[in-house]
């Protein structure tokens, strides 16, 4: 079964500040900090000794360059690496905005050739499994080197937690009202979202999920039941938001930090409250062999740190699934998320979803 967390909106704050207070006790090592002051330690009376980070970055320098490719925007990601390039001058971070399966295909497909372009990549769990089957992924001990916590480790040192992608179901406030929109999965396919009333991502991923709640013969008869609702279907969730702002249907798929930012834009969306949300793992993994691996290695460690995290989490990408949530949830909403939080679950969830997908697509 997935991992389950069910928190009433209203207890919220009182979660956060208890587990504000537990944080204090456990602080992550300085080397973790993001203000680049952890290259060198020095004690009174002795020299000062250079730390594992301080060495890659002089190895990185002398490679310039780094190649990096994630599925968030470009814009977001600039404003994270001019301040990398402040704390760490010297090294050109070349951007490329792809999705975690086209970085996954890229690479696979360029290691058979023998030359892999991409030195790190953003990952997701349910996507892992061909790099890792082809050991295309670098371990690194994260701990030691950058002070990273262990708990955000997986898969070998190879995975480093960066943020959560929780996807979940909103509705057009200027089309339907809160007590209209849909407040169960079962609401979902009533006859009243006929014809093209849903806009929904066609890869399946918003309700993959729901074989860990109920079973997998009930999830895809469930999926027949959408599909023959006629809902129009998008390539990704990104694009059901903007269409669903946009009030080309009361009720679509969103990704909730879409959601957040078309909220804060003043956009008429609102979240139905559906339950449970699912959850997606994101994270960063260096490429095995790749030509500049001390750049990759001083990123990742970088985009680790509190200072980078805090800057992603402003601009909509969480690192806790629920503080996201909170901020959309209306009075008297309940939270219920289902984390991907381990290789098998991810796995087993990716070849649902991949059945889900062909329902959708089916004729």
Known sequence: MGRII????ISLLLIVLVVGCAGQATQPPESNSGDGKNQVSESKGESAQVTPLAEIYEAAKEEGEVNFTSAIESE??????????????????????MTAGQSMERIVTESNSGKISIDMT??????????LSRDLLAQEDWSKVAGINPEQLFLDNRFVHWYELPVTIAYNSQLISDIEAPKTWEDMVSEEWNNGKIILDVRGTFMSHLPFIWDQEQTMEYAHKLKELKPIFVPRASASSERLAAGEAPIGV????????????????????????????????????????????????????????????????????????????????TIEVWVEDS?????????????????????
């Open 254 to 333: 969103v990704a909730v930090s879409n959601l957040i930012k078309l909220k804060e834009m003043g956009a008429p969306v609102e979240w139905t409250g559906i339950n449970p949300v699912p959850v997606s793992v994101m994270g960063i993994s260096v490429v095995r062999d790749a030509e500049h691996p001390n750049a990759a290695r001083l990123l990742t460690a970088w985009l680790s740190t509190d200072e980078a995290r805090e800057m992603l989490n402003k601009e909509g990408y969480p690192s806790s699934s629920l503080e996201a949530l909170k901020s959309v949830a209306l009075e008297g909403q």
């Open 122 to 131: 953003q990952t997701a769990l349910s996507l892992i499994d061909p790099l």
């Open 76 to 97: 977001i990601m600039q404003k994270l690496f001019q301040r990398f390039n402040e704390v760490y001058p010297g090294i050109k971070v070349n951007y490329i905005n």
């Open 343 to 363: 290789i098998e679950k991810a796995t087993e969830r990716t070849n649902l979803q991949k059945e889900i997908q062909s329902i959708f697509e089916s004729k």
């Open 6 to 9: 069910l928190v009433s909106f």
